[in-house]
């Protein structure tokens, strides 16, 4: 049996999912995406995975420099995801010009305004479909202040305690 494209995407939009930007560099060019396709995988070792669609630079940057960082937006931090999704044509260094960017260690782009961040080294890649899954060790973690950005059923949201 098949399913409809349109029917899964309707499913996968009642799964809550942490809000993203998956960053990267290539040469001097950094490059970046909003991605909701992102969970841990082991605690030892500290292991994260992320899924990127292979059309875009972030995923191509990843499988070339084999490098890359996960920042968990903070729950104001709609307008930065919306950005690096790409809305209004935003496209490569422009998606920078919102939020408080700097450097990792290893000169990856890293946002400071976020709720966490994630240096990580590519130990696995595999293709599924439309999409590059990278499982990434962690090698740095910076953290912020605040609760995270979530995306479901096509909005976004602020966590809030019980």
């Known amino acids: 049996m098949q399913i409809d494209p349109a029917d899964f995407r309707s499913a996968m939009a009642r ?3 942490a809000v993203t930007i998956v960053t990267a560099r290539t040469g001097g060019e950094r490059r970046g995406i909003t991605a909701t396709a ?3 995988v082991t605690a030892e070792p500290p292991s994260i995975l992320v899924c990127l669609n292979r059309k ?4 191509a940057a990843v499988a070339e ?3 890359f960082n996960v920042n968990l937006l903070a729950g104001d ?3 930065v995801a919306m ?9 490569g260094e422009d998606k920078f010009a919102a939020g408080n960017w700097g450097e990792d260690g290893r000169g990856l782009p890293i946002l400071h305004d976020s709720v966490v961040s994630l240096s990580c080294y590519v130990t696995e890649q595999m293709e599924a479909g439309s999409h590059v899954v990278f499982i990434g060790a962690i090698t740095a973690i910076e953290t912020g202040e605040g609760a995270a950005l979530i995306y479901e ?8 305690p019980l």
Not at 56 to 59: A, H, P, S
């Open 15 to 17: 799964f809550p999912g």
């Open 38 to 40: 992102v969970c841990s």
């Open 153 to 160: 059923q096509s909005r976004f949201h602020r966590l809030t």
């Open 77 to 79: 931090g709609g307008e």
């Open 83 to 91: 950005r690096f999704a790409g809305q209004g044509g935003v496209t």
């Open 56 to 59: 875009t630079g972030t995923c």
């Open 65 to 67: 420099t084999g490098r």
